[in-house]
């Protein structure tokens, strides 16, 4: 490792000011939160009720964590390293679900199964809309980790088994639990699966707390209690990151491993695959279908095409800003590591935790006092995207950085180039893939989110999803179909790409 | 090296960026029907015409959309309307405060106005708009704001599979009823109906009798009211507790009360089951043009107004002199438990009672 530089001083104030956005909803939630003294939030927090939402909270978000780990990295090593028939597909199959709003997939379970509702509805929801998160990153660390490792141990005369837990999950510990942290921050925040499963949690409080009391003093507090809870489990992760530090000297050669022969293995992985698709993609697909030819009430065409641009034009916008904010905090957490980019990264990861109401509040707040000729125009929305999901783009922006040896920059500089055209030549350039990952996961995640759109977004826009809302709000589940298949298709298009080999050489 | 996939990706998206502003700016309401006449003698000009107001509604764009635009059409004011959930809709004025874009806001039921009251943020009504609506619907003390239609809480049976209607919610835990009952326990009407029963009847009671019908097997799995009025007329269930505009809807789909597979029981007296609860509307303090805020509350107060929430919505209008909707008993002869709808604010309650006897979780 050559010698850490000082970071570049405008890459430190353009990190702070992401940080200071990010970090503004979380405020005033703190600010509400206080309203009325601390006794308020004492007698709030030491409820037997809050103490029994966080354990059901943290029981789910858990659970759902681990069984993530396990089936998007087993999934994740069927289509790379076995010879499992057909992976070329599976390997799309697998990342689809992450196309599926939590809430499209809880409405085709709770519709098939009544009899789930409550903490296995929300688990087998949650979970089969989850695991790509794991999957993604956990497919690309295995295409990229060096084949010569598991070559050594084989030729060691390790068996397959010992060889997977020996070296390839090293290989890929660090991709896992990074993906496994989005996994269960997100069934911390996720509030359509919860309360289709009436399964009461933290975020399902906060809602209800909203809608019943039409008070905003306890939903702040529990908002807190959430924030604080995913800060704990954001530094437990980095610190744990920390230790788990590897370097590669170089980049190892790429090229394709000896899969692994499953041999009698192959018809239980098969069905293994197929069961899982079917429940995580089948059920909800099945359900659309029967929706789509249930009732004579259908979406008008104009409208329906008319939301879908709205849709696909905001997710992109929201892509491209969120990125581009991550990209300063990204390169400087992968290279100049320290408190800042550390601190902005871990408020990022709250916002992530929070319910989407809770941060459209604090945008509702912020905006019409800071740029009041902004609010309820798609700048302020893009702004709460980002808030909520900028975590998706810093982890990836961060890996894909990290991925590139800083000695490549260095001999471009020598040759002539600037910091910044050096920078733009060689590691933007390698780490482009990666970025444009965190851009589809950003865009895909936009096109399905709901409550914040709803209160911001501009007079008289509606998306697919706040088109959803209305007609489902309507009890046309017939006319929603549409709105709820287009969803689907549209966030189809950037997951299958993320879910494709990112370099051919 | 960057594949050319990524290049035609980027591509792609930055086309899509530059068409963002070029879609999505459309209006998409866009309602079916043409502007209507509006019905003689309902009392609107076109002196306002030209201003624009802003509405929040908490209820349905279907339901409220078309009325829009007839108030637009006859007026010449624009409108320019927000729709979303009335609880979360109330919290974002809060946060708004006095900075609100909104003039006014129709909420789906009493409380959310008579929170954003509670705080200050809303105007005040004329004592002559008010008093165009029976006392039940009005605030008993300030004039923040006013009841626009009513819907009441009803039994819905089946006839065939029920000898013995009953007469009031409190006979459904008779034995007879056993494993006949349907309702939906997530439901916000319902809710307000076991709010009305605590207020009323005292908290042990309404425990006494949600625990009474779990015991007589109710069935808490229908996903809506729609759900449990389908399963009622096809005969998979006797008994439902739902809205009555719920059966009035069907009705003109199945051409007539005696087609209807189902019947209505409005109990008597302050029976809780009676409750007949009201959407509501406002002026927001800081209205920018109060004038043209007041002649959209006065719209939906006149006829023209009233006669399509009964003709459409099949609620009930509150406003002497409008036909009440087909095949339901007239609004008079409703009766139901006496309360403030202001009252129906401790909802909170009503939830933590529900999960305390394991109806909602």
């Not at chain 1, 000695?407 to 970025?435: K, M, N, Q, Y």
Request: net charge negative; glycine share 10%.
């Amino acid at each position: 490792m050559p010698a850490r530089r000082r970071a570049p001083a405008g890459l430190t104030v353009l990190a702070a000011a992401v940080g200071v956005a990010v970090v503004a909803p979380l405020g005033h939630l703190a600010l509400r939160a206080t309203e009325r003294g601390w006794d308020e939030v004492e007698a709030t927090v030491w409820r037997a009720r809050t103490l029994e939402l966080v354990g059901r909270s943290l029981g789910l978000a858990a659970a759902v964590t681990a069984a993530s780990l396990v089936i998007g990295v087993a999934g994740a090593w069927l289509v790379v390293r076995s010879d499992l028939p057909g992976r070329r597909v599976w390997q799309v199959v697998f990342g689809l679900p992450l196309a599926l709003p939590s809430y499209v997939a809880a409405w085709a379970w709770i519709g098939w199964r009544p009899g789930l509702a409550g903490f296995w509805g929300a688990f087998v929801v949650m979970t089969s809309v989850s695991y790509p998160y794991v999957y993604l990153p956990v497919l690309a660390a295995l295409r990229r980790a060096d084949p010569a490792l598991e070559e050594v141990a084989r030729s060691l005369g390790r068996g397959p088994v010992r060889v997977f837990l020996a070296v390839t999950l090293r290989q890929v510990r660090v991709a896992a639990t990074g993906g496994a942290l989005l996994a269960g921050l997100y069934a911390l925040s996720d509030f359509g699966a919860v309360s289709i499963m009436r399964h009461q949690t933290l975020t399902q409080t906060i809602y209800r707390s909203y809608r019943a009391s039409f008070d905003r003093t306890p939903a702040a507090i529990l908002g807190c209690v959430l924030v604080l809870i995913a800060l704990v489990v954001v530094a437990g992760e980095a610190r744990w990151r920390r230790a788990e530090r590897q370097d590669r000297v170089g980049a190892g050669t790429d090229r394709p491993l000896t899969p692994v022969r499953l041999g009698r293995a192959t018809v239980p992985a098969l069905l293994g695959s197929a069961a899982m698709a079917g429940l995580a993609l089948g059920v909800p697909a099945w359900n659309l279908v029967r929706w789509l030819h249930r009732g004579t009430s259908v979406a008008g065409h104009g409208e329906l095409a008319s939301a879908a641009g709205t849709t696909l034009g905001l997710a992109a916008l929201a892509a491209v800003v969120t990125v581009a904010l991550a990209l300063p905090v990204g390169v400087l957490s992968a290279r100049h590591p320290g408190r800042l980019p550390r601190a902005v990264t871990s408020a990022a990861y709250a916002g992530h935790a929070l319910p989407g109401i809770t941060v459209a509040l604090a945008m509702v707040f912020f905006s019409i006092r800071v740029v009041p000729g902004l609010y309820q125009r798609t700048p302020v929305l893009i702004a709460a995207y980002v808030v909520l999901f900028l975590s998706l783009a810093v982890g990836s922006v961060h890996a894909s950085v990290a991925s590139v040896p800083p000695g490549l920059d260095e001999v471009a500089r020598s040759l002539g180039r600037s910091r910044w055209g050096a920078w733009r030549a060689v590691t933007f350039r390698l780490a482009s893939p990666g970025i444009g990952a965190g851009a589809a996961l950003v865009c895909l995640t936009v096109m399905k989110e709901l409550p914040a759109t709803l209160l911001l977004r501009p007079l008289g826009v509606d998306t697919l999803a706040t088109r959803l809302w209305g007609l489902t709000g309507a009890s046309s589940y017939a006319a929603a179909a549409p709105y709820a298949a287009a969803i689907v298709i549209l966030a189809a298009v950037p997951t299958a790409l993320l879910t494709l080999p990112g370099r051919s050489r | 090296m960057p594949t050319r996939r990524w290049r035609a990706a980027s591509a792609v998206l930055t086309l899509l960026v530059l068409l963002a502003p070029a879609c999505g700016g459309d209006d998409g309401s866009a309602s079916g029907s043409g502007p209507v006449p509006s019905s003689v003698g309902d009392g609107t000009d076109r002196e306002l015409e030209g201003t624009t107001i802003t509405v929040y509604s908490g209820r349905d764009e279907e339901l409220v959309q078309p009325l829009i635009d007839r108030f637009e059409a006859d007026t010449g004011i624009t409108v320019e309307v927000r729709y979303g959930d009335s609880a979360e809709m109330a919290a974002q004025i809060l946060e708004e405060g006095s900075e609100t874009p909104a003039d006014v806001f129709y909420s789906q039921e009493v409380g959310a106005v008579g929170a954003l009251a509670k705080a200050d943020l809303m105007g005040r009504l004329p004592a002559e708009v008010l008093e165009r609506v029976d006392e039940r619907f009005r605030p008993h003390e300030g004039t923040a704001w006013v009841g626009v239609t009513g819907r009441s809480r009803v039994i819905v049976y089946n006839p065939d599979l029920v000898d013995d209607p009953p007469e009031s919610v409190l006979d459904l835990t008779d034995p007879q009823y056993e494993g006949q009952v349907a309702w939906v326990p997530g439901n916000a009407s319902f809710q307000s109906f076991v709010t009305a029963f605590r207020v009323t009847r005292g908290e042990d009671a309404a425990r006494q009798w949600l625990e009474d019908m779990q015991a007589n097997g109710v069935d808490g799995d229908y996903e809506s009211n729609v759900d449990v009025l389908d399963a009622v007329s096809n005969g998979d269930i006797a008994l439902g507790l739902i809205n009555h505009y719920y059966w009035a809807r069907a009705l003109p789909e199945v051409g007539g009360a005696e087609n209807m597979g189902s019947r209505l029981i409005f109990p008597k007296g302050d029976d809780p089951g009676a409750l007949v609860n009201a959407t509501a509307v406002g002026v927001l303090a800081g209205a920018e043009d109060e004038s043209a805020a007041q002649a959209f509350v006065e719209y939906l107060l006149s006829e023209a107004g009233q006669s399509y929430f009964a003709e459409e919505v099949f609620e009930y209008p509150l406003v002497e002199g409008v036909d009440d909707p087909e095949g339901v008993p007239p609004l008079e002869e409703l009766e139901g438990p006496a309360i403030d709808l202001t009252d129906l604010d401790s909802l909170e309650e009503t939830q933590s009672l529900l999960s305390e006897v394991g109806l909602i979780s």
